[in-house]
């Protein structure tokens, strides 16, 4: 059981945020709270340090905010899922944070079963995004990311990236293809080399748009 428990480290400059947050997971038999921050740049040194699965991460904080922190986490290439937690609803405030690197979104008053759930979708490998959301993120990159990227795309990553637009994981991709997930983070790698992305989201997003998906 205890290699099933999905360890959560909290980033919100506000004290009553965390404390709820922390009391809506508390709760949660398969999530565990393993430590908390005040800003960006306590958040990716926790983060460093603790080596949580998932991160809530608050988007407007004083000093480092979250974008900022989920650019440095890029840039130490840490493993942790960052879910952002945020009371903005404006797409010129999420969809950087998406760019970013995280893996999705929720908003401060969502139900508690809601966000478990998005925990733990976030952190089996599945990308979080509201419909207008991805629609913006699509109509930015439509003029970057033609169809002619797709033809360099082997059959076997063309399978890949169709799963990785259905939202699953590596393993997930791997237990479908009978793949090593070694071999599977190759293909995916090659994936966004050939078509100039930056991470999972944007693949998903790409695939989607031009017709690759599942």
């Known amino acids: 059981m205890a290699d099933r428990i999905i360890k959560v480290l909290l980033v919100d400059d506000h004290q009553v945020v965390r404390r709820g947050l922390r009391t809506f997971l508390e709760v949660q038999d398969d999530i565990e709270v393993v430590g908390e921050a005040a800003d960006g740049a306590e958040g990716v040194a926790r983060t460093e340090e603790l080596r949580p699965d998932v991160v809530l991460m608050d988007i407007k904080m004083p000093g480092t905010d979250g ?19 945020t009371s903005f609803t404006e797409q010129r405030t999420v969809v950087p944070a998406l760019r970013a690197g995280a893996s999705g979104y929720v908003y401060k008053d ?6 478990a759930g998005a925990i733990r979708s976030v952190h089996a490998g599945h990308v979080l995004l509201q419909p207008e959301v991805a629609g913006a993120l699509l109509a930015q990159d439509d003029a970057g990311s033609g169809t002619g990227r797709g033809s360099t795309l082997t ?20 237990r479908a293809l009978v793949l090593s997930e ?13 078509l100039d992305l930056s991470d999972r989201t944007q693949a998903a997003l790409w695939a989607v748009r031009h017709g690759a998906a599942g």
């Open 67 to 85: 974008i900022d922190a989920l650019r440095k986490l890029r840039e130490l290439a840490n493993p942790a899922k960052v879910l952002i937690v």
């Open 110 to 115: 969502v139900d508690p079963d809601a966000l």
């Open 155 to 174: 059959e076997r990553e063309r399978e890949v990236l169709g799963l990785i637009a259905d939202g699953r994981s590596n393993r997930e991709i791997a």
């Open 182 to 194: 070694k071999t599977v983070k190759t293909h995916v790698s090659n994936i966004l080399m050939k």
